[in-house]
Nanobody, 118 residues
């Protein structure tokens, strides 16, 4: 079955970096876009980044210039490189399968916690 597993979260100081990974299995990842979303306590889930099946990345204005996304279809892995992290980036981060970066997600990972604090 379709499975998405995030890893790489943790505690980091403001200005630091983290690299999240999303391991996909159970489907042909090369046929799908993969999106990254986050949800902070008391807030709605929001889209952060998306990488199309062609490897084109899209990013929310709040993370543009700080976050990049990449994919390796041969290993079934998508990465979210997060630099210059801010306390407001603290959230649970999820990856999700999408038909395209404008399509709705249809499968979600379990999430990984990112905490930015000194």
């Amino acid at each position: 079955q379709v499975q998405l597993v995030e890893s790489g979260g943790g505690l980091v100081q403001p200005g630091g970096s983290l690299r999240l990974s999303c391991a996909a299995s159970g489907f042909a990842m090369e046929d799908y876009a993969i999106g990254w979303f986050r949800q902070a306590p008391g807030k709605e889930r929001e889209g952060v980044s998306c990488i199309s099946r062609y490897g084109v990345g899209f990013h929310a204005n709040s993370v543009k210039g700080r976050f990049t996304t990449s994919r390796d279809d041969s290993s079934g892995t998508v990465h979210l490189q997060m630099n210059y992290l801010k306390p407001e980036d603290t959230a649970v981060y999820y990856c999700a399968r999408r038909s395209s970066c404008t399509g709705a997600p249809d499968s979600w990972g379990q999430g990984t916690q990112v905490t930015v604090s000194s």
